[in-house]
């Protein structure tokens, strides 16, 4: 009688569960030749950095606004700026009105969803007229986009599209040539036709990144940390209370980018946090092709790279029913992060909390969230 296979990698599972066994962390700070914080963070993120391949030459950002609506209590700036000599990078800025000098900013990341036609957007309120929006702002944030809120409460918000999702997404010459760039003019089937298409397109894209030397999450994490470059430039900003936010692939990248940036003075992970070898088994073929980083889980568990930001302050808000990990490895997730904050004699500057929802940023998370980042960008 054959065995049943019942793991994503099925008959393969037991020696790729055997090679994850024999990964022993040395770079996390839990291991115990790490004594001093600064050198452990120092080799780490030399460690995820290298693992990138992607290293750009410097560039300014050189911002140009396209765009400037007045909102009411809001200004909203379209904008694109350089994150490297080969990108151009559309963005949305919302400048609360009320503020007066320079105030506090959030990184608002946006997630997946299968949805590649937006990326920005994924977390702004852009009125009607934009149904499958509409929709994936209901399923993923409760109808509440993130950085219109934020913007509302008095926060700088910069929100950027990740390599290739909204301005940057995958298109075919026929799909220029029947449709445009104008999402707008999009019947809706069109839309979801064209969704599906960059959806089967991203084995390609991490194959052509390969060939040219770069990783698809390298590129992405890279124009977070660039995003910083370009707050940091704006008179409204404070360069000292920045913080990121994002749920799912947002949570992925709010992850990578507070591990990363010094300049991160809060960041908050939403719906993406669990020790990887509990998602060996049944939670690979849950996640997009961006969330896997050649080499670096030989020596780092995922709490280790976020935790590379202690010991300034972390909270990590997960959902109980989330499909797309293993309860297990999220409770996991926060014993280590637990272990390393008091390790780093900062216990007090990391806080998580489980919601019993599944995969969603709402309105109740979003309250919890956001009181977290007064507390540590206001005071």
Same mark, same amino acid.
């Given at each position: 009688?054959?065995?049943?296979? %019942?793991?994503?990698?099925?008959?393969?599972?037991?020696?790729?569960?055997?090679?994850?066994?024999?990964?022993?962390?040395?770079?996390?700070?839990?291991?115990?030749?790490?004594?001093?914080?600064?050198?452990?963070?120092?080799?780490?993120?030399?460690?995820?950095?290298?693992?990138? %391949?992607? @290293?750009?030459?410097?560039?300014?950002?050189?911002?140009?606004?396209?765009?400037?609506?007045? #909102?009411?209590?809001?200004?909203? &700036?379209?904008?694109?700026?350089?994150?490297? =000599?080969?990108?151009?990078?559309?963005?949305?800025?919302?400048?609360?009105?009320?503020?007066?000098?320079?105030? /506090?900013?959030?990184?608002?990341?946006?997630?997946?969803?299968?949805?590649? #036609?937006?990326?920005? *957007?994924?977390?702004?309120?852009?009125?009607?007229?934009?149904?499958?929006?509409?929709?994936?702002?209901?399923?993923?944030?409760?109808?509440?986009?993130?950085?219109?809120?934020?913007?509302?409460?008095?926060?700088?918000?910069?929100?950027?599209?990740?390599?290739?999702?909204?301005?940057?997404?995958?298109?075919?010459?026929?799909?220029?040539?029947?449709?445009?760039?104008?999402?707008?003019?999009?019947?809706? *089937?069109?839309?979801?036709?064209?969704?599906?298409?960059?959806?089967?397109?991203?084995?390609?894209?991490?194959?052509?990144?390969?060939?040219?030397?770069?990783?698809?999450?390298?590129?992405?994490?890279?124009?977070?940390?660039? @995003?910083?470059?370009?707050?940091?430039?704006?008179?409204?900003?404070? /360069?000292?209370?920045?913080?990121?936010?994002?749920?799912?692939?947002?949570?992925?990248?709010?992850?990578?980018?507070?591990?990363?940036?010094?300049?991160?003075?809060?960041?908050?992970?939403?719906?993406?946090?669990?020790?990887?070898?509990?998602?060996?088994?049944?939670?690979?073929?849950?996640?997009?092709?961006?969330?896997?980083? /050649?080499?670096?889980?030989?020596?780092?568990?995922?709490?280790?790279?976020?935790?590379?930001?202690? =010991?300034? =302050?972390?909270?990590?808000?997960?959902?109980?029913?989330?499909?797309? !990990? /293993?309860?297990?490895?999220?409770?996991?997730?926060?014993?280590?992060?637990?272990?390393?904050?008091?390790?780093?004699?900062?216990?007090?500057?990391? *806080?998580?909390? !489980?919601?019993?929802?599944?995969?969603? !940023?709402?309105? &109740?998370?979003? &309250?919890?969230?956001?009181?977290?980042?007064?507390?540590?960008?206001?005071?």
């Amino acid at each position: 009688m054959c065995a049943a296979f %019942t793991q994503d990698s099925g008959s393969l599972y037991p020696v790729i569960e055997s090679l994850g066994k024999a990964a022993d962390y040395k770079h996390s700070f839990l291991h115990p030749q790490w004594k001093n914080v600064g050198k452990w963070r120092k080799a780490a993120r030399k460690l995820v950095l290298d693992a990138f %391949t992607y @290293s750009p030459a410097p560039v300014v950002p050189d911002a140009r606004v396209l765009e400037r609506m007045d #909102l009411g209590e809001v200004i909203r &700036e379209k904008i694109e700026f350089s994150t490297s =000599p080969h990108f151009r990078v559309p963005a949305y800025l919302h400048l609360p009105k009320k503020q007066r000098g320079r105030g /506090p900013a959030i990184v608002d990341l946006h997630s997946h969803g299968g949805m590649f #036609l937006y990326g920005k *957007e994924k977390v702004i309120d852009l009125g009607d007229g934009y149904p499958l929006l509409r929709a994936y702002h209901k399923a993923n944030y409760e109808s509440r986009p993130t950085a219109t809120e934020l913007a509302r409460r008095g926060y700088v918000v910069l929100t950027i599209d990740a390599f290739p999702f909204g301005e940057r997404r995958f298109m075919t010459p026929e799909d220029v040539a029947a449709l445009g760039w104008d999402r707008q003019k999009y019947a809706e *089937e069109d839309a979801r036709t064209l969704n599906r298409k960059c959806q089967q397109k991203e084995s390609t894209i991490v194959k052509s990144l390969t060939y040219a030397g770069a990783t698809w999450p390298g590129v992405v994490a890279w124009d977070d940390m660039r @995003s910083v470059d370009y707050l940091i430039t704006r008179p409204e900003v404070d /360069p000292a209370r920045i913080g990121c936010v994002g749920v799912s692939l947002g949570g992925y990248r709010s992850l990578m980018l507070a591990g990363l940036d010094s300049r991160i003075a809060a960041g908050c992970v939403v719906g993406f946090m669990s020790t990887v070898r509990s998602m060996i088994a049944r939670h690979v073929d849950t996640h997009s092709f961006v969330h896997f980083i /050649p080499h670096i889980h030989a020596q780092l568990d995922l709490p280790d790279v976020v935790a590379l930001r202690a =010991p300034k =302050p972390l909270l990590v808000l997960q959902c109980k029913r989330d499909g797309l !990990f /293993p309860l297990a490895g999220m409770e996991e997730s926060v014993t280590k992060l637990e272990a390393i904050y008091k390790k780093a004699g900062a216990a007090q500057a990391f *806080e998580s909390r !489980f919601f019993d929802v599944p995969h969603i !940023f709402n309105i &109740e998370m979003q &309250e919890h969230a956001f009181a977290w980042l007064d507390r540590n960008l206001r005071g």
